[in-house]
């Protein structure tokens, strides 16, 4: 029970020509491990989370595999993955706050869903979704409204319970949190929790750019950026022991509470993530990073520096060598 | 706009991977949109058409020859009943069908433009009562009024009818422009022009009106097309001007000469035919200029 | 001394959910903020935050209350004198793209200034103004002139519309969520640009959700809940010692990274009263504005009066509602 990306790589069409969104991605999930993938806005994590799933039209898998459960995933022949949506991998969408048909009751969207996915006994699933629905500390009357009546935090509980009823080995959760406020984030944060405890989803995948609430609900992050992979480890690891430069910045960004401005002067990241219809040539973080050396120009390959523990950076390995 | 500061930085290149800028998209497109280079060319033609046309034309609308004479070489579509020479008619006609058209859209977009606006911005009780205004004009049949209207002049010209058209068609171009005017006058953008102390009537014009610019377009194509028709079925009812001819009045005489049952064919097709084409053309740009302006619906 | 004061405004608008009904948007605020202070105002949604922050801007009417700015209520000016107002006033907002009119190129909202304020400048003046303004946002003029928005990232496009703001007199500035819409990195460089500008004297209502974010770079907190002031008071005080139930919840939900939720496994998770709730008050107009009677809804879990929760002062500085 577990996820295998193998040299991934997604492209889609631009009138400026092909544009490589994910690039050479592998990782593994472990069967029961809430990975984490963070980045910034343009580093691919979406369009890697939607191709486990779904492939959009106007992309291509240019190459390598992914297999679930030691099964591999037909991610880019649509029709193959029909049977296999929402009951083997799932999907929360980014803006899933309006994903949900405003002219028909939740109840009606229910039934919808599990009659297009064939399934028979509606009502016990019903039932197990009036249970959940309790776990979450909502009220049976939530079947009977309209999305549009119910307030953003809940509709975006609703449609993760909508995508786990059938209990998929794979949910994929992209941008859950981040239109939340505070309490409702949490709320969510736990739910992905409870659920993965109780065996509701096998293994989850959580896209965000927030890496505080990685920390809280992830057992391991993977930091992407400019359509690759720069780091992956545990999320201790990350959070304590981050090796690679951006990872390190990432986190130097970060406000705390209770750090102020009289105390600690924060540092951003100067300048832009390269253009990805004609990337750099080796390490893509190389116009930014303040260790940056004549060999980055070399790719620096996403290798393990310690059990569990890998990262794309020519100083890190070099370093681990020695 | 900061003309010297522009031209400073315009050698800075554009950041890459971005869509080029707007005015050269949309002419990009456009060239390569079947539909919009079909419609907008036979609509070139057939204006160009009704300007050269009454020149081409060996005869005038006046002249008398042989009744109900099917096309010869002396007259290209034959004459009628009155032994008026067809083709001189249709060249007049086209004109006249096209100038009421313009009228008519004008005077139906300037009325329905200042009224949408005006409603959609100001809201409130403003709105309320235009768009009273606009139901309640719309509940009265355009056709009845002329009648009655009608019957009080002595004589009817282009003006009139071009401007009665107008003002029974603004409704549907205000409540479209109100729509739109609404659902833009809460954008961030709109806000920060408020910041900037500018005033409602600077950005309605400045900054509203721009972003429905190829919607206000489409909306003013459509009312040139529904212009014609309208002004060509009151000419067949004999409700158009009184003294002129436009291919409507012209298949008015024919459907009164019964020229169909007497097989005078060239008198009945080429009004209704070219009425058609005109409007058609016009519809179908319409469809294809759309698709330039919507990327969404562009096939790749 | 006060650049604007803020005394008890009150925002009613007419419901739009099913059944009708009114909301109450804001409650009797009141505060004062002071030349070169920050403060962050701190709200979920629905707290009325940026209802405020609209009042404030005179983009939007106050049901009742008034704003005032140097000594006189804003709702009194004329056109003019509302020209004058922004002259010193300001907004930045949160989507910093649909602050631009996509059609035209990002630096029209300079000229969007010009034409009203400065429009008897020479052009090289006002291209070494605009060259200034730059410079103390930190952008490169090459960089961002003559472009579209779009070719521009969010966090250029932030720092050009508070550029903007600085090519005038500004004194206030209202800060409405400009760091949720940009990436980790860029937000560091807006934040840290903000602190700089507040030590040059500039007054910021900081309005977020972010409860890191305002104790980063604010001298005072006003935490805000179903349009009224829960707490307020020095930073250090509402953050270090926060006295209000919410307050302290809102604290305890903020993710951190060193510091892990407390997970209770199995069961219910424990929803604090606030989230989703709408407050949604029906029919009685009259009482509302009469202010004593309480009118509650089907719908919400609150009953709300227009009055807010009394405030006290638990320390100096430091005011505390009751719990409502």
Known sequence: MSVTVANLSVAYRSHR?????????????????????????????????????????????????????????????????????????????????????????????????????????????????????????????????????????????????????????????????????????????????????????????????????????????????????????????????????????????????????????????????????????????????????????????????????????????????? | MSQTVLKEHASSPAAPDTPPAHGSEFLYYGLRNKKLVFGLGLELLLILFAVIGPIISPHNTTDFFKLGAPPSAQNWLGTDSLGHDVFAQLADGIRESYLVGALGAISAAVVGMVLGFTAGWRGGIIDEVVQLFTNILVMIPALVLLVVIGSYLNTRGILFEGVFIGLTTWPWVARAVRAQTFSLRSREFVDLAKLSGKRATSIIVRDIAPNMASYLFLVIILLFGSSMLLAASYDFLGLGPTSMASLGVMMQNANLNSALFYHMWWWVVPPGLVLTAMVAALLVANVGLDEVFNPKLREQ | MSELSVHEVSKLYRGTARGGGFTLALRKVSFELKQGEVISLIGESGSGKTTLGKVILRLERPTSGAVTFGGKDIATYSQRGLREYYRFVQGVFQDPFSSYNPIYRADRVFDLVRDVYFAHVSGKDWNDKIDAALHAVALNPGDVLGKYPHQLSGGQQQRLLIARALLLDVRVLVADEIISMLDASTRVDVLNLLVSLKRAGLAILFITHDLSLGNYVSDRTIILRHGAIVEMGATPEVFGNPQHDYTKMLLSAVPELQKKWHHTALGPVAMPVSPGAEPVVRRDLRALLGGTRAVSSGKSAVALTLEPPVLHEFEPGHLVADAE
């Open chain 1, 17 to 322: 020509g092909d544009v490589t969104a994910v690039d050479g991605v592998s990782l593994t999930i472990a069967d029961g491990e809430i990975m984490g993938l963070a980045g910034e806005s343009g580093c691919g994590k979406s369009t890697l989370g939607n191709a486990l799933i779904y492939l959009d039209p106007r992309m291509k898998v240019t190459e390598g595999k992914v297999a679930l459960d030691g099964r591999d995933l037909p991610i880019a022949d649509s029709k193959a993955m029909r049977p296999l949506r929402m009951t083997e991998v799932s999907l929360v969408p980014q803006y899933a706050l309006n994903a949900l048909t405003p002219t028909r009751k939740i109840r009606r969207l229910v039934t919808d869903l599990l009659k297009s996915h064939g399934v028979q006994d509606r009502d016990e699933v019903l039932t197990e979704m009036k249970r959940r629905i309790a776990l979450i500390g909502l009220t049976d009357d939530v079947l009977g409204k309209y999305s549009f009546e119910l307030s953003g935090g809940m509709r975006q509980r609703v449609t993760i319970l909508m995508s786990t009823l059938l209990n998929p080995s794979l949910l994929i959760a992209d941008e859950v949190t981040s239109a939340l406020d505070v309490s409702t984030q949490r709320a969510v944060g736990e739910m992905l929790l409870e659920f993965r405890d109780r065996g509701y989803v096998k293994s989850v995948i959580a896209i965000t750019h927030d890496l505080s609430i990685l920390a809280q609900i992830a057992d391991s992050i993977a930091i992407m950026y400019a359509g690759r992979l720069a780091e992956k480890a545990s999320t201790e690891t990350i959070v304590n022991k981050a090796l690679h430069p951006y990872t390190q910045a990432l986190i130097a960004s970060l406000p705390e509470v209770g750090v102020r401005h009289d105390q600690t002067t924060l540092t951003g990241i100067p300048g832009r993530p390269p253009s990805l219809v004609n990337p750099p040539a080796g390490c893509r973080f190389r116009d930014r990073c303040p260790f940056a050396v004549a060999k980055c120009a070399e790719t620096p390959p996403f290798e393990e520096i310690s059990p569990g523990h890998q990262v794309a950076c020519w100083k890190v390995t070099k370093e681990a060598s020695k």
